[in-house]
């Protein structure tokens, strides 16, 4: 989550301001940083340049591991897809972003913050599948094997696809992109509203609110969408998952209360 919304960060001004000919590109966010490089690409404006170089500055990538003798073969196969499609990408154009600031060109600028957006979307992908999988598991078997004179369970992939494509993934998967967005352009939005505050930097932060704020607005109202298309998909998968989010600890066959708060 925190790699997508630092990607979102750079790429979202990038792909939002592209299309706003009238106001040079900046970025907020992972996506929004790529917008500040294509105007500067464009146009030779250095103010979203200088948007991109502070959003850089702030970013952190966090990564984490696990593994599993009794999932170890389904986690293996997706977290091995994320390394190869996703994490060479974004780890390789991350070193020309934060080393090779002055020795290469603002196209390659770009493009390379364009490639460490999309790796760290590409991990989100992999990265949920392992995670949704464990919710609603799909096309695996159990197999026991020997493991030092003891019999031991083993999930194994019997359907690659049935497995990415389990019950959850794909509305997992969207609302954790939406997410990404959302904490993205908020953090962009709140560093500028800061700056403004203490009336530094007022140009270039007038500019990233003028995207980061209809951006956090939009995601927003996304998310609310696909959270509700999660908590249906758990009333067909995880019916006990949902009792216990909504606080409902007695089984009743009559219908549920609502809570506001609590």
């Not at 948007?51 to 593994?67: G, H, T, V």
């Not at 609302?175 to 967005?181: D, K, V």
Request: net charge neutral; proline share 4%.
């Amino acid at each position: 989550m925190m790699r997508n919304s630092a990607a979102s960060s750079f790429a979202i001004w990038d792909m939002i301001a592209t299309y706003r000919q009238s106001i040079p590109q900046i970025e907020t966010t992972k996506y929004g940083c790529r917008n500040s490089q294509s105007a500067t690409v464009r146009r030779d404006d250095h103010v979203p340049l200088i948007c991109f170089r502070r959003c850089r500055s702030a970013w952190d990538c966090s990564y984490s591991f696990a593994y599993s003798r009794f999932v170890g073969d389904v986690f293996g196969s997706a977290l091995a897809a994320e390394g190869i499609f996703a994490f060479f990408l974004e780890s390789g154009f991350l070193a020309v972003l934060v080393f090779g600031w002055d020795r290469v060109g603002p196209k390659m600028h770009l493009f390379r913050t364009l490639m460490v957006f999309l790796g760290s979307m590409f991990s989100a992908v992999w990265i949920v599948v392992a995670n949704s999988w464990q919710q609603t598991p799909a096309g695996y078997h159990i197999v026991w094997h020997d493991v030092q004179g003891e019999m031991m369970p083993r999930a194994e992939v019997t359907d690659f696809w049935e497995m990415v494509f389990n019950p959850s993934s794909v509305d997992w998967l969207t609302h954790t992109l939406i997410g990404a967005l959302v904490l993205g352009a908020f953090f962009v939005a709140s560093v500028c509203s800061y700056s403004l505050l203490k009336n530094r930097h007022p140009q270039v932060s007038r500019r990233c609110l003028s995207i980061a704020l209809p951006t956090a607005l939009l995601f927003t109202l996304l998310a609310a969408v696909t959270g509700h298309d999660s908590a249906q998909k758990l009333i067909e998968t995880q019916p006990a998952k949902l009792a216990a989010m909504e606080a409902h600890f007695t089984t009743s066959d009559q219908p549920t209360g609502l809570y506001v708060f609590g």
